[in-house]
């Protein structure tokens, strides 16, 4: 046997996550492996009519608290940390009677699971595991000698490897149990840190994880030469996390970080008022509406920007139903996004091999806390979501004009969309929909321009007389620093305005739109999105 091969005599199973636990002990023993197991794993085992030794015939104790201590024994440490070969270490399993262990199965109690169904505190502490990180690290360590599975889906790899090798695990698939073993306590260990800095109302810990589970491996980032995987965190949001791919090719990267956004810029929108569509061109809103039906309120969308539209990801608030299905594949559109879906919608979008349907089985709170990451150089910046939302911030009128009704309502549209729209952002907006997005511009008065030229455009492949921007209102995702940013909006034809305020000029901005006629409200809350 080759010096990096390892036989496997003796494994310990301790698993709360029983998924195929029969079929491969039974292929271990099969195998002449001894199996050693605790509680309800060893139960199961020996139900199925295996041969199983019960842990605390191995140590000499019984469970205790609860099943708190069972595996924390020199009995069991001692058989995974014993280095083979190693005169030393043999002489103290000799004295103290312990039996090497040559595999060890763990998967942990299922503490992300726990939170997620909001389990209460007590609940959440008693379903973080000890014994089983205890015993993972172990094995792990000592991978020269051991090997370690913590994902049920490498019981297959396991069972080949030890057909191949006749009853032994070479040295480089024992790294790669190790490496995926370290990883996966880390990811356990940061769910946890994070969720304890949440109840304690901890924003910024001492230290900080971040963990999650691969969903997917892609072919590139967000270029060729970019490497790039997809991992599942913890935090139970809907969306792309969440979704059932129905059709069409896998998802880039780029697809995933556009789909994301449309998502979120969607879910701005109750779906028990009304339907809403939001159409996504590289993170960036080309096009948000609402109407009577997904329909129309595509069609809306689309007008607002119908070039930038190609290629485009279209989000729904609501189930995707045939008409709206029709409507969206009449051109080229990468990603669909939608809680739900008719079946008869499904067979209109897979006509469109190519085009990705996802179905997420509902909508992500606006509302909800959680946690933004980004790398620097060095570092990690970690913020809270902005989950501000403009329904319950408090309005204030500055001008002598206060807004109409309808100025309130799509002021209140604009603002929802604004917080999508990375910064510098201007939106227009009328009757429910936007006519014209400036996004990312060093100045705001270039995304204001650049925003009612939109608007113009817009008009134009609709075949009107005047811009779209006419009669219109205007949301800024922050201050105007000058008046120049309102006075663009006004030429263009907006006749109020919503931003949150808080410059230095705010009095001059007030006069502005006081002598164009322009009815402005602040929010008291910004929506940079960098």
């Not at 001894?34 to 009519?49: F, M, Q």
């Not at 024994?73 to 940390?81: E, F, M, N």
């Not at 080949?160 to 698939?173: I, S």
């Amino acid at each position: 046997m080759p010096v990096d091969h390892r036989r496997v005599s003796r494994a310990l199973l301790s698993v709360s996550d029983k998924t195929g636990l029969i079929d491969f002990a039974r292929a271990l023993s099969a195998r002449g492996v001894e199996l050693i197991s605790t509680g309800g794993t060893r139960k199961a085992i020996a139900d199925a009519g295996l041969p199983v030794r019960d842990v605390s015939d191995v140590t000499g104790f019984p469970e205790m608290m609860d099943g708190r201590v069972k595996t924390l024994h020199p009995a069991v440490h001692g058989g995974l940390l014993a280095i083979r070969e190693n005169p030393e270490h043999e002489a103290a399993l000799l004295a103290h009677n312990i039996a090497p262990i040559d595999l060890l199965v763990v998967n942990l109690y299922p503490f992300e699971a726990t939170v997620a169904k909001g389990a209460d505190y007590d609940d959440c502490i008693e379903n973080i595991d000890i014994g089983g990180p205890a015993m993972i690290r172990a094995a792990s360590k000592n991978h020269a000698d051991v090997a370690v599975v913590v994902d049920v889906a490498d019981y297959a790899l396991v069972l080949e490897g030890l057909a191949a090798n006749n009853g032994a695990l070479d040295l480089a698939t024992r790294k790669r149990l190790a490496q995926k073993a370290y990883a996966r306590t880390a990811a356990y260990d940061a769910a946890i840190s994070n969720w304890m800095a949440d109840q304690l109302g901890e924003t910024s810990p001492a230290y900080r994880a971040v963990g999650g589970a691969l969903a997917e491996t892609m072919r590139y980032g967000e270029n060729p030469h970019q490497s790039a995987g997809f991992y599942r965190t913890p935090e139970q949001r809907f969306g792309v996390s969440t979704a059932r791919q129905v059709q069409g090719k896998a998802l880039s990267y780029n697809n995933v970080n556009d789909t994301d956004a449309a998502f979120e810029c969607v879910a701005e929108f109750d779906p028990a008022r009304t339907a809403a569509v939001a159409i996504i061109k590289h993170a960036n809103p080309c096009g948000v509406a609402e109407g009577a039906s997904l329909a129309e309120a595509y069609a809306r969308a689309l007008r607002c920007d119908p070039v930038s539209a190609f290629g485009g990801i279209v989000a729904l608030n609501r189930r995707l139903d045939v008409q709206a299905a029709r409507e969206i594949v009449k051109i080229f559109t990468e990603v669909i996004i939608a809680p739900d879906a008719d079946d008869e919608a499904i067979a209109i979008v897979g006509a469109k091999k190519n085009l990705r349907l996802l179905l997420t089985g509902g909508l992500p709170d606006p509302r909800a806390k959680g946690l933004s990451v980004r790398t620097v150089a060095g570092g990690l910046l970690v913020q809270g979501r902005d989950n501000a939302v403009v329904d319950d911030m408090e309005l204030k009128v500055v001008t002598q004009r206060a807004p109409t009704a309808q100025e309130l309502a799509d002021l209140k549209f604009a603002f929802r969309v604004c917080k999508h729209v990375k910064s510098n952002a201007i939106v227009y907006v009328k009757d429910g929909a936007t006519v014209g997005v400036g996004a990312g511009q060093m100045s705001r008065v270039d995304s204001s321009r650049i925003a009612a030229w939109k608007a113009a455009e817009a008009a134009k492949a609709a075949g009107l007389p005047e811009s779209l921007a006419k009669g219109s209102v205007v949301a800024s995702d922050a201050f105007f620093p000058f008046a120049d940013g309102l006075l663009a909006a006004a030429e263009a034809g907006a006749t109020a305005i919503i931003q949150p305020g808080g410059s230095m000029r705010d009095d001059e901005v007030i006069k502005a739109a006081n002598d164009a006629g322009l009815a402005m409200v602040m929010t008291g809350h910004r929506h940079f999105r960098h």
